[in-house]
Structure formats: structure tokens, C-alpha cells
């Protein structure tokens, strides 16, 4: 179709949709928090164990300790915000190395041009080819590709006509939880440790712990014997080059022909009648850079010319089917990794992907649900890591949301000694520390210093050396668990007050006009009752309290005892204060009528407002006075509708520029326009003020610099740009109930310790850093991810391995102080081809893009992306380098692990935020930028790569969720129905040959040309296929953090050109690559650092 004859469309997506049904409580599921621990431990932890206690009933507060040894760490640091005893930075770190000065990493490489890519002359073709599941190969070749067309980003097309840029650009929202928080029944530990040592300390890395993404499929055979010259290869036809084949690889002579994948066969030119056979030796337990495969070679098989004319069969272009496939790969992970649950007992075992669905069984490390990382095989030099470029970072989601079936961490009191941590480096007590001297002492595994046991905790040794009571306390047992800290853990050494909410709503003329402030207050007097709370206490513990504002601030009195609210209203903004403390935050069972009562007079009292002004600053300001005033951590709903242009503190001006796009300029639209947004940001992280955002913006905004405080409080920043109620009602409360009802750890500090040898250098995420250590989090909640990258201090070992440990100290929803602690062992290596096959793609993405998003706020865009290239390219080419086997240069050889890394990375390329399209605004690039800098694995991954699901392909009474297919027009049928969803966007597709019966079905109308185009509910129709439609849209809801609002794109329609812009394997409007060219332009990038 003709991609650029679209007028934009004059409607968002903007149908009138059927009048909101009504909002049920019910559906609020006031589900206990995920934090909180079981009820008991169970049989096994009920052991006889001084100092041990249970889990306190949920909700009970404990008494500060009157008496008793202070904790090591106090007599070192005072206490105090910036300078929690256990984060002191007084104190040693890892062991001798700390005295390695501390540095913020400037990144994996300076930015620079990437290496000018020569024109290949050379068209490319692929060679389909089966066997190995540990390289993927690519056979470049031959006439016809434009190659030239692949190369780097070409600059935007400016001024194409493409889909309103209006409230569905990023839709977001929110949903009611996808796992519902239910207790989960504690793990049977009896059975859940089968005496093996979870911390396999000394266990050597060895094939059987390696893991590919296949291991679940039939193992290869190692590739140890001659291959049979003169045998085809005799796989089954398959899709994939790398696609996993239980056929022993066999060599080709010169002349066979490939079995190749459904479609066109491939086409080879005559002149390169030959291209060895590939083998990374990756195969079974074969370890080494490169086993030399030279040998069973002999002959060096080739596969080559085609019988018959090669001539006959003029390669066009590269076949898609050919080259790695996301979809694959997932199916195959699903298959081999989906079955069986994954148990944390081995170190360096890299996990199933993230779009497999899979159980955890914590025997020692943490869950991946809690830490994933970029590989789980680290070089054990600095030099080789340098070499490989792979950035070593672990992504982290501290208090990641866990599914029932699976126990929440459990609590360990140690009473008023606190919990037992390494005197030097302070880390805390976990399996991987080594008792000895009888038990009396401890080595810590992450600095080597040697511990006395404090007498209440000594315990006798097994045969084994390991503690008899390793099994009866989860911090010698598990990767995940929490400590009741003590007051030593404490702001000002005193035990934190509950944690308050206050509701800040925008009462000026747009707010009122677009009926928000009274869906708002509508909508707040049920959700009140859902407020988050800890295990089974009756009502939550946490207050609330109420502003609205337009160029002033109303703060209002609600305390029980009065018969009406009282407002008080201070103008003066400059100087912000609280004019009442006592009545403003209040418990929502105890002033429920005078909250009700407020509740229904402000939409009437600004009913007739002409205020159009706002103010912004003052307003975070406000609340984080009012916090500061109760002595309490808290968080902030913003409810705001316009750029603050009102005489006051961040006050700001329209500074939009499109014209900016790539210039040098263009990383000012990513900047805050002023600093006082930071000062601010900072003040809020000292009280533990969260600000959550919920921005209605009719047009500039400049969400820059309005998320700032957010995004340095860990808060989240929902946009819905031209809010209407009949259209953005739903999305926007099912987003808000999320988000209030949100498990959340207050005022808390996160730090990463590693064994000596690696360290944590740099950080993304929503946070505060005030230093090169501490993450500082006012709020921290289930859906938030840090992601940390380390680096190495000196040298690792095979043996030792290398250990992270994560130290998250909050306060609860009811004010409990806790540490999280989070641990897990990885594999070193001294060969690179370890490093390769125990890569995680997704992970490696996840950092990519943090680290490219956070790049555009000081360099020009284009140089972001050519280091990205760059990048990838060396990554690639040093695994051609060391761990493929000679062959020729016209070969694209992939690691197993990393044969996605193209397709993904070219996603990241041509996201909005590094190469826009003329329809995306620059609030929408820094909205999003925002967004993908906490998201975690899995939610960067659908992101990027949106997923594609047939509606129409399968049986109907198939009720599981369809494979999806690959994010490209041509795997769109005509004839079918699909559904495209990235976590924020949801699509459904329909092709305009579409059997009749099936629009009747789904729509209720009686023909294609019926369908409303924009339209946002199916009706709700008693019919097989609209019940599954409907149910698949519910369910894949449910798996976002966000709600995804729909819109229903007609084929050859105008909004199908924003559609369009999720099929990323397609070249795209502004100029993005396709998968295939880019894939060929990442191959003459390999070539030219190979040469
Ligand atoms: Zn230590």
C-alpha cells in the first residue's frame, strides 16, 4: 500500500466507545502485599534455633530493642539518612580491592562514529542451514541486495503523514495485578533441598551446569568423529538457520544441496562454491574458545553451488525466513524450558527467557523474577571482558511481584542484634558464607575477612563443614529472604511512622472541563478503601491526605471530629508551608464522612473556575513539607493537566523544537529546562517522598523536566495526551488503582556487593544517587528495576566464581523496617566461548537501551546509535574472531545465545526516543524514555518487540494463547484477525478479505466495510470467538504493567499506518532499517573489524 498517502487521521482513536460499565470494588481484590511473609515458615523452619524467631504476626510493630550489643555496623557509622549504619561509606567494601578508587563508569565505549562501513559489492543471500544450536550462521552472498539500503540510519523522512500523534501514541495504564497477591503456600523445603549444597562454592563450571536455551531438547551429540563427506544433510525442513535439530550436523561436500527452509530454495553463487561448515564447538560439554574442528574436516565440506544453473534462480534478497527469528526462538525455549521449574542450586545456570512461563524453586540464588543478568559466565579478566565487549549488568526488580505458586521471601528476626553481617564489607549473612573453626567463625565470601560467630548464633558443624541448621534458617539457605532490622536501621534511630498518601489534584479550567476532577473524586472515595496493607490487617495503616491547586494551593482539614472539610488556601507559592497538621492526614475508616463529603464538593467547588494557570513545583513541594511536618515517608498522586506557566518556583516556558531533531541540540529536549526540579528531587529522596504523576495534557507539557522529581523518586509518570472520560476513563483508572494499590518499600536504599575481583560502576533506573554506591529510593515499588552494571577491580577465578549480593532496605506499607537481601552466584571464565553460550539476550538489550536513553542527555542522538552499533559489531566480531572456526568472509556467524541481538538491537535503533517519526512529539520521546529506563526484561523485551498474535489461524475452541508470528506486513494474512500488543499498545488488526461470519462474530456488523475504524471495546457478544478475542485481550492486560488501551485498525485504513509502525522487522517510516538490511549492514560492520 501506499505508505504515504495517509492524511492523519482526523480522529485519535477516537470512536465514542461505549459508556464505561461502572467500576466494581470487587475487582480491586484487596490482595495482601507480596512483601509480606507466610503466616509460618512451615515444619522445617521450626527448628530449636536460638535467636530464631517467626515471622511476627503481620502488621505488629516491634518493639525497639531497650537493650542489647549493638550491632557491628554502629559503632562505625551514626546513624542517620545518608549514612545507614550498613551502607556507611566509611566502611570497607570488598575486601583489600576497596582501596581501588571509586569511579562512575563512563560507559562501555566513548562515543564516536561508528567505523564507516565500505559498500559491499557483493549482494547477499542467506544459507539456510540447520544443525548447529550453538552459532547461527548466516551465508552472505551474491547479487541483488541492496546493502546500501541497509546501512546505518538514514536520516529520518520528515513531514510523512502518519497517525496523530494524540492519546494513543503511548497509551499507558495500569491493571489489577497479575498475579493475585495471594499467600502462596510456603515452599516444602523438606523436599526443596535434597542435601545439595546450594552453594556449589567450589564446584568447577562444567558443561553439565551450562544451559543453552535447547538444553530441554534432545542434546546434541559432541562433534568429535569425522563428518561423512557425500552425506546430505537430512534435518527436517526448518525455519531457523540455528534451529535446533536432534540430526547429528553433517557436513556437506562441495555441491550438495541444502535442505532448506520452506519457501524459495536458497541461492548461491556459482563464484563462492563454498563456505566451510561452521561450528563453534559449543556442542555438549566441549569447552574452549574454539575446538578445533579443523580436523574432522578434512575435506573442508563446503556447501555451495546449487545443481542446475545457479543462474536460473537470481537471489532478490536476503529470505527472512532464513535469518534468526524471535518467534523461534521464544517457541523453543517455551518447549525445551517451559515444563520443568527452574531450581536455583546450580551457579551461573542461565534461566529460561522471560516469555517462557516457568516455576522458580529457590534453593540458593535468587529467583530471575528478582535478578537476571547480561551473562552468567564472566570473563575472569579484565582484558578478556574488554575484549568480548559484552557489558557485564545485572538487571534487578528488587520486590518483583511473584506468582502464587511461589513463596514470598521469608522474614528472619535476629531481635536486637540485627542481622549477622561480614565486619568489613558488611555484607549479610548468606549461603554462600563459609562456617569454620568447628562453627565459631565464619569467612565472608565476599571479602575473605574472618568473622567471630556471636555466641546465639553459633551452631555445630555436619561432616560437610556446612552448619546442621543450614536448612532450618533461610539466610544459609536461600537467595532471597528479609531481616526485621533493628533501630539501628533507622532515620534519626527511631522507627518509622506508617506511611502517608497525599491525593494533589489540579483543579484549573481543563481539569474541570475535561471532567477529570470528578471522575477523579468519583473514583477516590472507593479506592480509599483499597489502600495497600500488610498481611491480614483489617484496614491499611497508611493515612491520607488532600490538596488541590490551580496557580494556588487548597489544602484541606478532614479530621473526624468536624462535621464539613475545612479549606485552607495559601497563595503563597514561593514560600511554601503547611498551614495544618493536625486533620490533614488522616485514617481513611476514621474521617471517612468528611473525606466523602470533601470529596463530593470539589468537583461543584471548582465547578465555574476560569483558572487556567497551574503552578508545579510548589505542589510536590507542599506535600513533601506535610511529610516532613508528620515525620513520615510517603507518596505524592499529581493529578495535572498543563505546562506550570503561573508565577512561581519551576515555573516553566514552551521551549518544544522539533527543529532540534537531529542537531547537536537535540539532546536538550531531553534535559530538564531547569535545576530546580533536581533540588527538589533530592529534598524529596531525604524525607522518602514519592511522587507518582498523572499527567492530562492537551499539548506541550514538557514531561523532561515534569518527570524529573518522579523519576529521581522512584515515582511513575502516566500520560493521557487529550484526555476525554468516555475515551480514557477506563485506562486511567485501572492505571491509578495499580498504582495506588501498588505494593510499596518506602524511604529505602538499595546497594549491590560483589565478591572481590568485580564491582557495581554505573546504575539505571528511578533513583537518587548521591554517591557511587548507594541507590537511593523514596519509593521502590513491585514493578521498578534497577539495572547495575559492574566491572572488574582485578582478577576472578574458575574456581570461587563470583558472587552479587543486593541489600534493599525500606520501610513497609505499615511501617516495618526491613533489608531485602538478594544473592546470587555467577560463573567465571577464562575462555570466551563460555562467555557466549551463557549470554542472555534480553538482558543484554534491557541494559543497551537504558544505556542508550540515558546517553541522548548528552550526546547528539546519531552518535548514541553509532555506538550501539558499534558496539554489537564488536561483540559479534570477537566472537567470530575466537570462538568460530576460519571460514569465509561472506559467512554471518552468530553465538547461540546471541543471534537475536541484531533484530533487537535494530529495535532499539528505530524506537521513537533514538529515531523518531514525524508524528512522535517530543513529550511522547521523553515520556517514554522515562518509562524504559525502569522497565524490566520482560517488559523491554514485548516493548521492543512487539508481539503478534493470530486470532483467526487456530480452532476456535483452542482457548490458549495463539504462537505469535514475526512482527513483519508480509506474516499479515488478509484473510485473518491479529492481535499486536508492546505493554503499552494493544492493536487488533483485521484484514479485509476477512470471512464475513467471523466480522459478524467479533463486531456485530455485517460486513468489513462496517467496522467503526478506531474503535476501542468489542462489543460484548455470546459467541465462541468474541468470548476468546475478548478473554485473550483481558489476559494479556493482566500480564502488563500498564493498562493497554485498544484500538481496532482496519486494513488499508489511515490508522493502519500507526500500526504499521510496531511490524519492526519492516523498514520504517522515519527511516529505520529493516531486520533484513540491517542484519546485512551488521555483517559489513563484523567484516570490516575482522579485517
Ligand atoms: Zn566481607
Given at each position: 500500500m501506499n505508505i504515504n498517502q495517509s492524511a492523519p487521521p482526523t480522529l485519535p482513536y477516537g470512536q465514542p466507545q461505549p459508556a464505561y460499565p461502572g467500576y466494581h470494588p470487587a475487582s480491586y481484590g484487596g490482595q495482601p502485599g507480596s512483601t509480606v511473609p507466610p503466616a509460618s515458615y512451615g515444619p522445617s523452619y521450626n527448628g530449636p534455633v536460638p535467636g530464631y524467631q517467626q515471622t511476627p504476626p503481620p502488621g505488629m510493630s516491634r518493639a525497639p530493642p531497650s537493650s542489647g550489643v549493638p550491632p557491628a555496623s554502629t559503632a562505625q557509622t551514626p546513624g542517620g539518612h545518608a549514612t545507614y549504619s550498613h551502607f556507611g561509606q566509611g566502611d570497607v567494601q570488598n575486601g583489600p580491592s576497596s582501596t581501588v578508587q571509586m569511579q562512575r563508569h563512563p560507559g562501555p565505549q566513548p562515543f564516536g562514529p561508528a567505523p564507516l562501513a565500505p559498500v559491499v559489492s557483493q549482494p547477499t543471500v542467506l544459507q539456510p542451514y540447520g544443525p548447529p544450536p550453538t552459532s547461527t550462521q548466516v551465508t552472505t552472498q551474491l547479487a541483488g541486495m541492496q546493502i546500501s539500503g541497509a546501512a546505518a540510519p538514514a536520516p529520518p523522512q520528515t513531514g510523512l503523514d502518519y497517525g496523530p500523534p494524540t492519546s494513543g501514541s503511548f497509551p499507558n495504564s495500569g491493571l489489577y495485578g497479575s498475579y493475585p497477591q495471594g499467600q502462596a503456600p510456603p515452599l516444602n523445603l523438606a523436599q526443596g533441598h535434597p542435601g545439595t549444597q546450594p552453594s556449589q562454592r567450589s564446584a568447577p563450571p562444567q558443561a553439565s551446569s551450562?544451559?543453552?536455551?535447547?538444553?530441554?531438547?534432545p542434546r546434541m551429540p559432541s562433534m568429535t568423529g569425522p563428518l561423512l563427506p557425500g552425506q546430505g544433510f537430512g534435518g527436517p525442513p526448518v525455519s531457523q538457520p540455528n534451529h535446533v535439530s536432534s540430526t547429528p550436523p553433517q557436513a556437506l561436500p562441495p555441491g550438495t544441496q541444502m535442505t532448506g527452509p520452506p519457501g524459495p530454495p536458497p541461492s548461491v553463487h556459482p563464484s563462492q562454491a563454498g563456505y566451510q561448515l561452521q561450528q563453534n564447538g559449543s556442542f555438549g560439554p566441549v569447552r574452549g574458545p574454539q575446538p578445533n574442528y579443523g580436523s574432522p574436516y578434512p575435506g573442508a565440506p563446503t556447501f555451495g553451488s546449487q545443481p542446475g544453473p545457479p543462474q536460473s534462480l537470481p537471489p532478490k534478497r536476503l529470505d527472512p525466513d532464513a535469518i534468526p527469528s524471535p518467534i523461534q526462538v521464544i517457541e523453543d525455549d517455551r518447549n525445551n524450558r517451559g515444563s520443568e521449574p527452574f531450581v536455583t542450586d546450580v551457579r551461573g545456570q542461565v534461566p529460561p527467557l522471560v516469555t517462557t512461563n516457568f516455576l522458580v524453586k529457590d534453593q540458593g540464588n535468587a529467583s530471575p523474577r528478582y535478578i537476571r543478568c547480561t551473562s552468567y559466565n564472566i570473563p575472569c579478566t579484565s582484558d578478556v571482558a574488554k575484549q568480548a565487549q559484552v557489558p557485564l549488568a545485572a538487571v534487578i526488580k528488587p520486590l518483583a511481584r511473584l506468582p502464587p505458586e511461589e513463596a514470598s521471601p521469608y522474614v528472619v528476626d535476629h531481635g536486637e542484634s540485627g542481622p549477622l553481617r561480614c565486619n568489613r564489607c558488611k555484607a549479610y549473612m548468606c549461603p554462600f558464607m563459609q562456617f569454620i573453626e568447628g562453627g565459631r567463625r565464619f569467612q565472608c565470601c565476599f571479602c575473605s575477612c574472618i568473622n567471630d560467630v556471636p555466641p546465639q548464633y553459633f551452631q555445630h558443624l555436619d561432616h560437610t563443614g556446612r552448619r546442621v541448621d543450614a536448612y532450618d534458617r533461610p539466610e544459609l539457605s536461600l537467595g532471597s529472604y528479609e531481616f526485621l532490622a533493628t533501630v539501628d536501621y533507622c532515620k534519626n534511630n527511631k522507627f518509622p511512622s506508617p506511611p502517608a498518601f497525599i491525593f494533589m489534584i489540579d483543579v484549573s479550567y481543563n481539569a474541570i472541563r475535561s471532567g477529570l476532577v470528578r471522575l477523579l473524586c468519583e473514583e477516590l472515595k472507593s479506592l480509599l478503601d483499597f489502600l495497600p496493607r500488610e498481611g491480614g490487617a483489617e484496614e491499611s495503616a497508611i493515612r491520607v491526605g488532600f490538596v488541590t491547586y490551580n496557580k494556588v494551593l487548597h489544602f484541606y482539614n478532614v479530621k473526624s471530629s468536624l462535621a464539613q472539610p475545612q479549606m485552607m488556601v495559601v497563595s503563597d507559592v514561593a514560600d511554601m508551608f503547611v498551614p495544618l497538621l493536625d486533620g490533614f492526614l488522616v485514617n481513611v475508616s476514621e474521617s471517612r464522612t468528611v473525606i466523602t463529603s470533601l470529596l463530593d464538593q470539589i468537583p461543584e467547588m471548582f465547578a465555574d473556575t476560569r483558572e487556567t494557570e497551574t503552578v508545579f513545583a510548589p505542589v510536590i513541594q507542599a506535600g513533601m513539607e506535610a511529610l516532613k511536618a508528620a515525620e513520615c515517608a510517603g507518596k505524592l498522586f499529581l493529578f495535572h493537566t498543563s505546562l506550570p506557566i503561573a508565577e512561581a518556583p519551576g515555573k516553566l516556558k514552551n521551549r518544544d523544537d522539533r527543529k532540534l531533531i537531529n542537531t547537536d541540540k537535540e539532546k536538550t529536549l531531553f534535559q530538564a529546562q531547569t535545576g530546580a526540579y533536581q533540588t527538589l528531587a533530592k529534598e524529596c529522596v531525604a524525607q522518602g517522598c514519592c511522587v507518582a504523576l498523572f499527567l492530562f495534557p492537551n499539548q506541550y507539557v514538557d514531561v523532561a523536566t515534569l518527570s524529573v522529581v518522579p523519576q529521581l523518586t522512584g515515582g511513575s509518570v502516566y500520560k493521557y495526551a487529550c484526555f476525554q472520560v468516555e475515551n480514557d476513563q477506563e485506562r486511567f483508572l485501572s492505571d491509578l488503582c495499580r498504582d495506588v494499590q501498588k505494593v510499596v518499600g518506602f524511604d529505602a536504599v538499595m546497594r549491590v556487593r560483589t565478591s572481590t575481583g568485580i564491582r557495581a560502576v554505573d546504575f539505571f533506573g528511578a533513583f537518587y544517587m548521591s554517591n557511587t554506591t548507594d541507590v537511593e529510593l523514596a519509593g521502590l515499588d513491585v514493578d521498578k528495576t534497577v539495572t547495575v552494571e559492574f566491572k572488574h577491580d582485578d582478577r576472578l577465578n574458575e574456581e570461587s566464581g563470583a558472587l552479587l549480593q543486593c541489600a534493599l532496605l525500606y520501610t513497609s506499607c505499615a511501617g516495618q523496617r526491613r533489608l531485602r537481601i538478594h544473592n546470587l552466584a555467577l560463573n567465571c571464565c577464562t575462555q570466551l566461548a563460555d562467555l557466549y553460550r551463557n549470554c542472555e539476550t534480553d538482558t543484554l538489550i534491557n541494559y543497551m537501551a537504558k544505556f542508550a536513553y540515558r546517553g541522548v542527555l548528552n550526546s547528539p542522538v546519531k552518535t548514541v546509535r553509532d555506538t550501539l552499533i558499534t558496539q554489537c559489531a564488536q561483540i559479534l566480531a570477537c566472537y567470530r574472531k575466537n570462538?568460530?572456526?576460519?571460514?569465509?568472509?561472506g559467512q554471518l556467524i552468530l553465538p547461540e545465545c546471541m543471534k537475536l541481538l541484531p533484530v533487537y538491537l535494530n529495535c532499539v535503533l528505530k524506537s521513537d526516543v533514538l529515531q523518531p517519526g514525524a508524528e512522535v512529539t517530543t513529550d511522547d520521546r521523553a515520556y517514554v524514555r522515562q518509562l524504559v529506563t525502569s522497565m524490566d526484561v520482560a517488559e523491554t523485551n514485548v516493548f521492543f518487540y512487539p508481539r503478534l498474535l493470530p486470532l483467526t489461524k487456530s480452532p476456535i475452541e483452542n482457548t490458549t494463547e495463539p504462537p505469535a508470528v514475526r512482527a513483519?506486513?508480509?506474516?499479515?494474512?488478509?484473510g485473518d484477525i491479529y492481535l499486536l500488543e508492546n505493554g503499552l499498545n494493544l492493536f487488533l488488526w483485521v484484514g479485509a478479505s476477512v470471512q464475513q461470519g467471523v466480522v459478524q462474530s467479533l463486531f456485530n456488523v455485517s460486513s468489513f466495510s462496517h467496522i467503526t475504524s478506531g474503535l476501542s471495546v468489542l462489543p460484548v457478544l455470546d459467541n465462541p470467538l468474541s468470548k476468546k478475542v475478548r478473554g485473550l485481550i483481558d489476559s494479556l492486560r493482566a500480564q502488563r504493567s500498564r493498562y493497554m488501551k485498544l484500538i481496532v485498525v482496519k486494513q488499508e485504513d489511515k490508522l493502519e499506518m500507526l500500526f504499521k509502525h510496531f511490524l519492526v522487522e519492516d523498514k520504517s517510516l522515519s527511516g529505520g532499517a529493516s531486520y533484513v538490511d540491517f542484519l546485512c549492514h551488521m555483517h559489513k560492520e563484523i567484516r570490516q573489524l575482522l579485517s
Open positions: 551450562f544451559t543453552s536455551p535447547a538444553s530441554g531438547g570462538c568460530a572456526s576460519p571460514s569465509s568472509a513483519s506486513e508480509e506474516r499479515l494474512s488478509n
